[in-house]
């Protein structure tokens, strides 16, 4: 991967978002606009059809892990170790890291919320 973000260079408007599975907290932390472009480019191809014509191909599965990779900041696992560990963890963590990007302020949506798995969600106010 090109260059990662450090820690130190995030400041409060970037959300954070935690997933506690099997008694570890993985936090994901928002990306700047300028990260999630470059790993857009990072996972886009030029493909060549039958005709000759160069086309752009976007690769989601190569983005989604190079997009959880860059997010995960604790604790800080290469794509080996992320995507060594268990499907049940990896898909929540990108369920997670999709919201935190794509979804409006992820975490006001978890205020009241006990994301620990299998415990029981905070029921919502009628």
Do not use: C, I, W
């Amino acid at each position: 991967m090109a260059r990662g973000v450090n820690a130190s260079e995030m400041t409060n408007e970037f959300a954070e978002v935690k997933h506690t599975y099997r008694g570890v907290t993985y936090v994901l932390r928002e990306l700047p606009m300028d990260r999630y472009d470059e790993l857009v480019e990072q996972a886009t191809a030029e493909a060549t059809d039958a005709d000759g014509e160069v086309t752009k191909v976007f690769d989601s599965a190569a983005h989604t892990k190079l997009l959880l990779v860059e997010a995960l900041v604790e604790p800080k696992l290469t794509a080996r170790q992320l995507y060594g560990k268990g499907t049940r963890l990896v898909r929540a963590l990108q369920a997670k890291v999709f919201a935190l990007h794509l979804d409006p302020e992820p975490e006001e949506k978890a205020k009241g919320e006990d994301d620990d798995e299998g415990e029981a969600q905070a029921p919502a106010n009628p």
